[in-house]
DNA sequence: AACTCTTGCAACCGCAAGATA
DNA sequence: CTATCTTGCGGTTGCAAGAGT
């Protein structure tokens, strides 16, 4: 018996057929119990992988797509003020995530660091900027353009943190809030693994989202749907199971 | 047209804080 | 009150697409 401790690990880029699995079982669960949507999902992932598929693509309420020049002047302003507390600055730009607008600063501090070199050191002879990407990129412990020190500055920390409570915007409370459209068509997908774009995926949430109504529909397609999903909530989370079917039932008959 | 370098983004890791037993 | 487990954060890395030669 030990060597079905805990399967294969997946790793690396997630496939559709994964990201579609994955809204559906947190559109049941909720997007808090990480541990336990990665195991109730039947995915080989972490929860801790999971949670950050789910926050940082998945999650509906994302924008995609370029920053806008408010979005990007926002960004510069509140680091300047909090310096790298992504997620603080992320609470502030709907729609957007830490890793982000963490990705975009970073972007955004080698653009500027790039342009320094260029006006600080003449063009004389071939300067040598054909080194690694490494070596003219020190964004990382970037000293700033504007007038600050990012992690130096006492004051960063100890500004308004009254905001402790915030939760992000990409919080579906934990419980059960709306209801994936898939069905069978996950059948589908799993053997075309493209059948089913993301897009369309939004789309739909955004409709079952007004109509939650359809959960009541949904009351034993569950389980026919992932039969192995009772056993394995056994083992995974017995306290919290209770009142889950609860709160699902309970809105399902209530309504039905 | 082929190849190399650069850029942007998604995903991982380790650590710390918070929650729960 | 302490120990253990889970979640969230920030830093870092690796890869794919695009730009340049």
Same mark, same amino acid.
């Given at each position: $018996? ?50 950050? +598929? ?12 370029? $920053? ?25 730009? @709907?729609? +957007? ?22 006006? $600080? ?32 500055? @006492?004051?960063?920390?100890?500004? @308004? ?19 994936? @459209? $898939? ?74």
């Amino acid at each position: $018996m030990g060597k079905m401790a805990q399967e294969e690990i997946r790793k690396g880029p997630w496939t559709e057929h994964e990201d579609v699995q994955l809204v559906f079982y947190v559109n049941l669960f909720g997007d808090r119990r990480w541990d336990f949507v990665a195991k109730v999902s039947g995915l080989k992932r972490t929860g801790k992988s999971c949670r950050l +598929r789910w926050v940082n693509y998945l999650h509906p309420g994302l924008k995609r797509g370029k $920053m806008t020049p408010q979005e990007e002047r926002l960004v510069l302003e509140l680091h300047s003020k909090w310096g790298n507390r992504w997620s603080r600055i992320a609470r502030k730009l @709907p729609g +957007r995530t830490d890793n982000e607008i963490k990705n975009y600063w970073r972007t955004h501090m080698r653009k500027k660091a790039q342009e320094r070199k260029q006006t $600080m050191s003449p063009p004389s002879s071939g300067s040598n900027c054909s080194s690694s990407a490494s070596s003219n990129a020190p964004a990382d412990s970037m000293p700033n353009t504007e007038s600050f020190s990012p992690s130096n500055n @006492p004051a960063v920390d100890s500004m @308004p943190v009254k905001e402790t409570k915030e939760r992000s915007f990409y919080d579906t409370g934990g419980d059960i809030e709306m209801w994936a @459209p $898939m069905g069978k068509k996950d059948k589908e997908v799993e053997e075309s693994d493209k059948v089913y774009s993301m897009d369309d995926i939004w789309k739909d949430i955004d409709l079952e989202n007004d109509t939650i109504k359809s959960i009541q529909a949904m009351a034993s397609p569950i389980w026919n749907y992932c039969p192995d999903l009772l056993w394995m909530m056994e083992e995974a989370d017995s306290k919290m199971f209770p009142t889950m079917t609860d709160q699902f039932f309970a809105s399902s008959t209530l309504t039905g």
